[in-house]
């Protein structure tokens, strides 16, 4: 399947500002299952300089430096262009060294420190009974585990349309019974980390008319897996990722995984306008 992605991002200013640097992710990450087939990135003002980087976490990002001319709009458009090849999102094999041990999974000695970052989280006890009984339902093989929580994820909470940057606390979702794409990831999230499963938040794009909305940008969990790797969980869907999800940034903290993160020198006020259009090449 060939998709055809247009990102438009536009702040306005109040008044005329300075812009510092800017970070931008929008380049799709290396999946076995992407082939990028054009990227082009539009931005007015016309940057003084534009650098292609990696993060600390394997992002490729850009960064933005602009030149010393106020201005009072930034305008950014990215045009993507990507093959997707169908997968089997569960043909994998689990490596024997994860194991569960008093209601927790624990990972070997010389993987625990680098995953200090994904396993972080905040105790809630009602979140955590949630997921036991869950984890009993599910006979406690991983992948049938995974695959019951999304699902009871999906079908247990409204998806709704919510602007926000950052998501909802977790209890906070977890008690409302609703979320949007961010809310539900970042509580599956913790839900996941509550037993010792490292997890990470995932900002993309994905081609998926089974939700009525918010599925163009979207986000989603992986979760690692021993002898796996990264593995996709999409609860707002309820389903395993697969060849119509496009990752674009992944991080331990929601808040790394922005398009567009950068300041400007100013009192004004700023407003924002974002756009995703999504269209099928070829299936």
Same mark, same amino acid.
């Given at each position: 399947?060939?998709?055809?992605? @247009?990102?438009?991002?536009?702040?306005?200013?109040?008044?005329?500002?300075?812009?510092?640097?800017?970070?931008? =992710?929008?380049?799709?990450?290396?999946?076995?299952?992407?082939?990028?087939?054009?990227?082009?990135?539009?931005?007015? /003002?016309? /940057?003084?300089?534009?650098?292609?980087?990696?993060?600390?976490?394997? =992002?490729?990002?850009?960064?933005?430096?602009?030149?010393?001319?106020?201005?009072?709009?930034?305008?950014?458009?990215?045009?993507?262009?990507?093959?997707?090849?169908?997968?089997?999102?569960?043909?994998?094999?689990?490596?024997?060294?994860?194991?569960?041990?008093?209601?927790?999974? @624990?990972?070997? /000695?010389?993987?625990?420190?680098?995953?200090?970052?994904?396993?972080?989280?905040?105790? @809630?006890?009602?979140?955590?009974?949630?997921?036991?009984?869950?984890?009993?339902?599910?006979?406690?093989?991983?992948?049938?585990?995974?695959?019951?929580?999304?699902?009871?994820?999906?079908?247990?909470?409204?998806?709704?349309?919510?602007?926000?940057?950052?998501?909802?606390?977790?209890?906070?979702?977890?008690?409302?019974?609703?979320?949007?794409?961010?809310?539900?990831?970042?509580?599956?999230?913790?839900?996941?980390?509550?037993?010792?499963?490292?997890?990470?938040?995932?900002?993309?794009?994905?081609?998926?008319?089974?939700?009525?909305?918010?599925?163009?940008?979207?986000?989603?969990?992986?979760?690692?897996?021993?002898?796996?790797?990264?593995?996709? $969980?999409?609860?707002?869907?309820?389903?395993?990722? =697969?060849?119509?999800?496009?990752?674009?940034?992944?991080?331990?903290?929601?808040?790394?995984?922005? /398009?567009?993160?950068?300041?400007?020198?100013?009192?004004?006020?700023?407003? $924002?306008?974002?756009?995703?259009?999504?269209?099928?090449?070829?299936?």
């Amino acid at each position: 399947m060939e998709l055809e992605i @247009y990102h438009k991002t536009n702040y306005t200013y109040e008044q005329p500002v300075h812009l510092e640097p800017h970070y931008l =992710n929008f380049k799709p990450l290396t999946r076995k299952y992407i082939e990028l087939l054009d990227f082009d990135l539009q931005i007015d /003002p016309t /940057p003084a300089n534009i650098f292609e980087l990696i993060d600390a976490e394997g =992002n490729t990002y850009h960064q933005v430096w602009a030149d010393d001319k106020a201005t009072r709009k930034l305008d950014i458009e990215a045009k993507i262009v990507v093959r997707t090849t169908s997968f089997n999102p569960f043909d994998f094999l689990l490596d024997p060294e994860i194991k569960p041990s008093d209601g927790k999974y @624990y990972y070997s /000695p010389r993987r625990k420190e680098f995953l200090e970052s994904f396993l972080s989280h905040r105790e @809630y006890p009602s979140i955590k009974q949630y997921v036991d009984k869950v984890r009993v339902q599910s006979e406690e093989t991983m992948v049938s585990f995974l695959a019951l929580l999304i699902q009871s994820v999906y079908n247990g909470w409204e998806h709704v349309k919510r602007e926000n940057e950052h998501p909802l606390d977790a209890r906070q979702c977890f008690k409302e019974k609703k979320g949007s794409c961010k809310d539900l990831s970042w509580m599956v999230i913790v839900m996941l980390r509550g037993i010792g499963l490292a997890t990470r938040f995932v900002s993309g794009y994905a081609y998926n008319p089974q939700l009525d909305f918010g599925h163009e940008l979207h986000a989603w969990v992986e979760v690692l897996l021993p002898g796996s790797g990264w593995i996709g $969980l999409d609860p707002s869907a309820g389903l395993f990722t =697969n060849d119509h999800y496009v990752p674009v940034a992944t991080s331990f903290d929601p808040s790394l995984t922005m /398009p567009v993160d950068g300041t400007f020198l100013g009192n004004a006020s700023s407003s $924002l306008e974002a756009s995703v259009d999504i269209t099928v090449i070829k299936k």
